[in-house]
């Protein structure tokens, strides 16, 4: 039996590393030593099977990219911000069915008596795009309250709350400031007391002008001839809620544990009650900063996509089969590297998901 057993291991240890050594070849012929690049890592009943970074997390100093390098998370971050609404409606201080005046008595009354946090959690609140309302001359990067006050004054919504589906940064910087508001804190104090210091996420960052965040991945995006020019800021980048969290493989990890293991909040729970199925899919539903929707087998599966400026990150988790794919790459749309990564999963079968990312990524935009 000894035998057989060290047989059946011998067997896995030369899986896996043909695996790995094809990941290698795929990521370094993609991703020069001397270029940004990108950070992957990946799990298979909740074993690390893969991480590593290709290429460089600052052209301009050759600082290289791995486990430990801060890529700005874009709307990944959008979990994180969900989770503090959830952690406040854990503590009673606000709930999902409270509407908009209750923390913003000037918005227009018309709107703001009809979306309620869900709507937010959810995309379902048809509340304008803030990135519409952006004046012209407008130089200073804004902030979460800026965009409340762009909004509050606004009488229409493209559709009545809660009656379909359409992302919407603007929902996700109005919890932001819903959090502060219910919590009596900033929102960077909250995350930071409630979430990152309890996981032990230590150098995990709220973006904030003057603040470091070390081992900072700087952004960047191909010109129209193919070449890689910086392009790590614009003026909706310092927005907190929609996307502004900076965080790596290694503090990812732990955030991870945290969800499989309900150390902060059962997510599968809350999924259950605030959620919308997304109109035009097979059962894709959103709901608390994810795209989710259940297998064959009826496991949960959840999906994000992250894109900015100068960044381009993914993340998909199988809680039930413990598989975990995270991809965090500061290049601009530079998704399509997900595809190829699935296709060796897959080989291998180790691509426990059944979700369509090519769909999600697309419902982002």
């Known amino acids: 039996m000894k035998k057989i057993i060290f047989f059946i291991l011998m067997c896995n240890n030369a899986f896996g590393q043909s695996f790995q050594q094809e990941l290698d070849s795929l990521l370094a012929a993609k991703y020069s030593s001397n270029q ?56 009673n201080k606000l709930s999902y069915e409270d509407n908009l005046l209750k923390f913003f008595p000037d918005f227009d009354k018309t ?40 909004l509050k004054n606004q009488s229409k919504t493209y559709f009545e709350a809660g009656s379909t589906f359409q992302y919407s940064n603007s929902g996700f910087c109005l919890l932001e400031q819903i959090v502060e508001r219910a919590s009596k804190m900033s929102f960077v104090e909250f995350i930071e007391s409630h979430i990152f210091k309890p996981l032990g996420m230590k150098s995990t960052k709220i973006f904030e002008t003057n603040v470091d965040i070390p081992n900072r991945a700087m952004g960047y995006a191909r010109n129209e001839k193919g070449e890689l020019i910086f392009s790590d800021q614009s003026i909706t980048s310092a927005t907190k809620g929609d996307g502004c969290i900076y965080t790596s493989l290694e503090d990812y990890s732990k955030w991870h544990n945290s969800l499989i293991n309900n150390k902060l909040i059962n997510l599968n729970s809350e999924l259950i009650k605030i959620n919308h199925k997304i109109e035009g899919t097979k059962n894709v539903r959103y709901g608390l900063g994810w795209f989710h929707s259940y297998n064959a087998s009826n496991q949960l599966e959840l999906y994000h996509t ?11 988790f199988v809680p039930q089969k413990g598989f975990l794919l995270v991809s965090f790459s500061n290049i601009a749309d530079n998704h399509l590297i997900e595809k190829s990564i699935r296709v060796l999963l897959k080989k291998y079968n180790l691509d426990d998901s059944a979700i369509d990312f090519a769909k999600m990524l697309e419902l982002t935009r």
């Open 306 to 316: 992250g894109s900015t400026c100068g960044f381009s990150n993914a993340v998909n």
């Open 111 to 150: 709107v703001g008596s009809k979306i309620k946090i869900k709507h937010l959690l959810t995309h379902t609140s048809g509340i304008l795009d803030y990135e519409e309302l952006i004046p012209a001359n407008q130089k200073e990067q804004l902030s979460d309250a800026d965009v409340v006050n762009f």
């Open 36 to 91: 940004a690049g990108i950070a992957v890592l990946i799990l298979h009943h909740n074993k690390e099977i893969y991480k590593k970074g290709f290429g460089l997390a600052n052209i301009e100093t050759k600082a290289p990219i791995t486990a430990q390098t801060n890529f700005r998370m874009a709307s990944v971050s959008k979990q994180f911000t969900a989770m503090c609404i959830m952690l406040l409606e854990k503590q």
